[in-house]
């Protein structure tokens, strides 16, 4: 749910600004709607994040900031997205690139992508549509944006440069929301002043912080995944796809290595790597996800949640509850009676 919020929406000059808190893991991410996005909270403890919003006529800009272990699915929805670290983090992104440092995520639009997002996780986003990526290739006298990034311009991909480079995009987008955070929140009964400050954002997002970002991408180059890196991935999604064909069975570990193929051994160290958790862990976590969205889902209905529990092999009440709660911080009967309640008002 959203705990705090500020918005400032100003169309006779094409800009908003939006700050939100959440505390809770599917509302933080629905509010990312640039993005189709499947998510599973994997890390125990109520959700905490932040995001801000930025946009002006052809650019927005997000900070995003959130304390749990999140797995990310979806893609882009019409616009082109730049993830960019607010600092050096562990990111699994495809299941190929296992990333600290010194890297920008591409995402072209409807391009699929998964991210496991360690716990403390911050990303700029910048969005921006094919056509003003085409304008910013001509402004700058760069190739056109299909031979400046090559296969990345199809695919979600994550690219590299100049440490120099990302350090200075870096510093500029978080002087940006910390001079918007100061004019806009602090100020802003003073909207007699707002003609002027939005002019001068609008510039900073449309030409100063959009040019840092094409130096970036004009100099970078696609990290390349490892071919251990692959094997396990390829695994890993095998597994993943035989835990979501049985979602009532009481399935092993063992079974699961048979479905992917490895030994389970393999099965547990590739697990472990990617999540920090057994695969027997990671698929009660995943099944307990899917129970919090169905709760959300069938509040309309007066849904019970022994039968939708049932429906994802939970069949002991009172220890999904002791679980669930261990996960989310909450009840599964306090998920379905705020969900109840939103859809009322």
């Known amino acids: 749910m959203v705990k705090k919020s500020f918005s400032l929406d100003l169309p006779y000059l094409n800009f908003s600004y939006r700050y939100r808190q959440f505390d809770d893991s599917l509302s933080f991410f629905t509010n990312l709607n640039c993005f189709q996005l499947d998510i599973c909270q994997l890390s125990a403890g109520r959700f905490q994040g932040s995001s801000v919003e930025i946009s002006s006529p052809n650019v927005r800009i997000d900070r995003h900031l959130h304390t749990r272990l999140m797995k990310l699915e979806g893609a882009p929805v019409k ?4 993830a960019v670290p607010m600092f050096p983090i562990w990111l699994l992104f495809d299941d190929k690139y296992q990333l600290e440092d010194n890297y920008i995520l591409l995402g072209p639009p409807q391009s699929e992508f998964k991210m496991i997002q360690k716990s403390a996780y911050g990303v700029y ?10 304008q910013l290739c001509e402004n ?6 299909t031979r400046l990034l090559g296969s990345a311009f199809f695919n979600t991909s994550a690219l590299s440069a100049s440490r120099q480079r990302l350090l200075a995009l870096r510093r500029s987008l ?27 954002f609008i510039d900073q997002l449309e030409t100063h912080i959009a040019q840092q970002l094409m130096a970036f991408l004009a100099e970078s180059q696609e990290i390349k995944p490892k071919k251990t890196t692959l094997k396990r991935s ?3 999604r095998q597994a993943e796809a035989f835990m979501e064909s049985c979602a009532q069975a009481d399935i092993t570990a063992a079974d699961i290595g048979r479905a992917a193929g490895v030994s389970q051994r393999t099965l547990e160290y590739t697990f472990r790597e990617f999540y920090g958790l057994s695969p027997k862990a990671y698929l009660k976590q ?3 996800n899917r129970f919090r969205l169905a709760l959300r889902e069938q509040a309309p209905q007066g849904g019970r949640v022994n039968e939708i529990g049932a429906e994802w092999g939970f069949w002991h009440s009172g220890q999904l509850a002791r ?3 261990r996960l989310f911080g909450e009840l599964p009967s306090q998920t379905l009676s705020v969900a109840g309640k939103s859809l009322v008002v």
């Open 323 to 325: 679980d669930y709660y």
């Open 125 to 134: 986003l910048i969005y921006f549509s094919e056509a003003f990526f085409f």
């Open 174 to 200: 978080s002087q940006l929301f910390e001079r918007a955070s100061f004019a806009l929140v602090s100020h802003h009964r003073d909207s007699f002043l707002y003609p002027y400050l939005i002019n001068d």
């Open 286 to 288: 995943w099944r307990l």
């Open 234 to 236: 390829a695994a890993l």
């Open 140 to 145: 700058y006298h760069l190739p056109e944006p």
């Open 79 to 82: 616009t082109w997205a730049f």
